[in-house]
């Protein structure tokens, strides 16, 4: 949009920046967490961090921007425990449970996974750089979560990550039930893994 302010943090930050950084993202996951998508204004985040506006434009492009940093840290925060999210002795049973989990979670946080969808979503080109890194740190969860060496298990990180997406899409656009969610990211990758894990046809 016209207007927006586009700059891309390149430098190395001090601790005193990333703590105020850090402020930054715990103050719009915290408002959208409140109003979703549009409660998310930098005004209203640089008020909630007790900072200048101008100081969230130094560390973010825009709101999309800022979300997809918040995206970021609510995925390191429900998938931190790997081995308590990804349960079961098979890595189906393992990549099911994680995914079921991440959808849960989502589902009690309906409000802020919706703004975060959308501004991962959004077709800004401030959020490219954060979105790679996120679904980078996505691919890494589920690779974690399969465990044991898988045929093109790059190519099924690639695909399961895309279908937690549109998991994360039908809780929040579509308004799809949880339990309905649920199962279909378990069936997903139930599926994906073992047709790759099958016997190959010479």
């Known amino acids: 949009m016209s207007g927006d302010v586009r700059i891309t943090v390149t430098r190395t930050l001090s601790k005193e920046q990333q703590v105020r950084r850090e402020r930054l993202i715990e103050a719009a996951r915290l408002l ?25 434009y130094r560390y973010f492009a825009t709101k999309d921007h800022l979300l997809t940093e ?29 995914l079921e989990r991440v959808v849960r979670v989502a589902a ?19 959020v490219d750089d954060a979105r790679t890194v996120l679904f980078l740190f996505v691919r890494e969860r589920l690779a974690a979560a399969i465990g044991d060496p898988v045929p093109d298990r790059e190519e099924i990180e690639i ?32 599926l994906v893994l073992t047709g790759a894990m099958a016997p190959r046809a010479l």
């Open 70 to 98: 918040v995206a970021a840290t609510w995925a390191h925060r429900i998938t931190d425990d790997i081995d308590s999210l990804a349960v079961g002795t098979t890595p189906v049973e393992r990549l099911t449970s994680m």
């Open 32 to 56: 959208a967490l409140e109003g979703g998508y549009p409660a998310v204004t930098m005004h209203d985040v640089a008020d909630r961090a007790g900072v200048a506006r101008a100081t969230v």
């Open 159 to 190: 695909v399961l990550g895309h279908v937690l997406l549109a998991g994360l899409v039908s809780l929040t656009s579509l308004r799809r039930p949880v339990d309905e969610v649920a199962a279909m990211v378990r069936t997903s990758g139930r």
């Open 108 to 126: 009690e946080e309906l409000t802020l996974t919706s703004a975060i969808v959308q501004a991962v979503t959004a077709d800004d080109s401030s």
